[in-house]
């Protein structure tokens, strides 16, 4: 029985993985591709987010760099854009050209510097533009353009918008993959390419993260509370409760150390709160298992007192579990059914409780009235 928990969590953290790593890997390929002046572009990446695809020729003879920046408006009548930002790594400091549909229904590109999310000024930007183009087909716009690039590697940044008013585009959505448009492009050299296409890796470190922590501080952890508060009040489930209770804080702390070395290398100095709290959690985690080992027997004395401390303990470790999940999952800020999903998760078992408490005290009570003895021993 005990082995079979185990496997099961195991299977639910894999399958758990499985769809996360594979879900944001939106199914396109840049060379599939096709559209007029292709053969232009010697190089192709699909970038990590917006479904958005980069192609490009760098000429390092004359500094000169041809693009074609693929990605579907947020809206049909939307805007796409794709910037370098010589300053720095985000919006702030990006020169940018915008592609969007005119009132007369025509394609047009313009180019925007954007010193600060306040200042968004049309006009000339940093180096020069020239050759700019843009065409919309398939619900996707393809924004032409060549700049002067001088370095070998630059900052790009691109974003997807619902609409234009007056040639001014309207603010983009702040989602994560929104917020993640954006990473270094090399030009020249042998690894010329977009640093983290396909996959941000350190969102990937950050998802896994996630995933480790939420299947075990989340998950796991409050599953065993269940199994031994609810399980045991059946006297035929002895001594299988207890087996699966350790057999689940076992895995879910194994799960969750792990999970738990992901987020130290995370974000240093950051997000001091879901640290702390972090940190206290696999203190007390800790704590709770060297317990397990200085358990007194059933009938010793101080049984009463382990008791009252390994329970106080392992509810404050609920507690904490499940206020860090909702607090990383705010620093995270992933599409919003994963947040659903967790919360669903919580429900269900919540649920569970609920009415395994309710069936617990007519048990007892029942036995109360018929036999008049406890049924719990702490
Ligand atoms: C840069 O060189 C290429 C050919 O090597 C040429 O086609 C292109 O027009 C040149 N660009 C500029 C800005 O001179
Ligand atoms: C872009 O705007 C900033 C701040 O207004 C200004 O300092 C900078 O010179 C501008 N860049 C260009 C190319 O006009």
């Known amino acids: 029985m005990a082995s079979s928990c185990a496997n099961q969590n195991l299977a639910m953290l894999i399958s758990l993985t499985v769809i ?16 007029a002046n292709k ?59 915008l592609a969007y549909k005119t009132s007369s229904g025509a394609m047009a590109v313009k180019t925007f510097n954007i010193s600060s999310y306040s200042s968004i000024v049309p006009g000339k930007l940093a180096f020069d533009v020239w050759d ?10 393809r924004l ?19 609409s234009v ?3 001014f585009p309207a603010k983009h959505a702040f989602d994560a993959p929104n917020l993640q448009a954006k990473g270094t ?19 990937k470190d950050r998802n896994i993260h996630g995933i480790l922590n939420a299947v075990s501080w989340g998950f796991l ?37 792990a999970g738990w070395a992901t987020g130290l290398k995370l974000g240093r100095g950051e997000y001091t709160t879901h640290r702390n709290i972090g940190i206290t959690l696999f203190t007390f985690a800790t704590v709770q298992m060297l317990a397990l080992f200085l358990r007194p027997g059933k009938d010793h004395k101080y049984r009463l007192y382990w008791n009252i401390y390994h329970h106080s303990v392992g509810y404050a470790i609920l507690v ?8 990383g999952l705010d620093i995270l800020n992933p599409t919003n059914h994963w947040k659903t999903a967790y919360i669903i998760a919580i429900c269900v078992l919540g649920g569970i409780a609920v009415v395994l408490e309710i069936l617990t005290w007519i048990v007892v009570l029942n036995r109360r009235s018929s036999k008049s003895t406890k049924p719990y021993d702490g």
């Open 20 to 35: 996360l790593l594979i879900s944001p890997a939106y199914s396109q390929s840049c060379s599939s591709q096709s559209f």
């Open 39 to 97: 053969m232009l572009y010697t190089q192709c990446a699909d970038l990590p987010t917006l479904s958005s695809t980069l192609h490009w020729y760098y000429d390092s003879a004359n500094s000169t760099l041809a693009i074609a920046f693929i990605a579907p408006p947020a809206k049909p009548a939307g805007w796409t854009s794709w910037a370098i930002n010589p300053t720095g790594t985000g919006m702030a400091g990006a020169q940018t050209l």
């Open 132 to 141: 700019t183009a843009a065409e919309s087909s398939g619900g996707v716009f």
């Open 144 to 162: 032409f353009a060549k700049v002067k690039v001088k370095t070998g590697q630059v900052n790009h940044v691109w974003q997807v918008g619902p």
């Open 165 to 167: 008013v007056d040639g």
């Open 185 to 203: 492009l090399t030009l020249t050299g042998t690894n010329a390419g977009v640093a983290g296409a396909g996959a941000d890796p350190k969102l």
């Open 221 to 257: 952890f409050p599953l065993g509370i269940i199994i031994a508060r609810y399980i045991r009040t059946f006297p035929s489930a002895d001594p299988a409760w207890f087996y699966l209770h350790i057999s689940c804080q076992i895995s879910a702390y194994a799960i969750g150390v």
């Open 320 to 327: 904490l579990g499940i206020v860090n999940i909702f607090k």
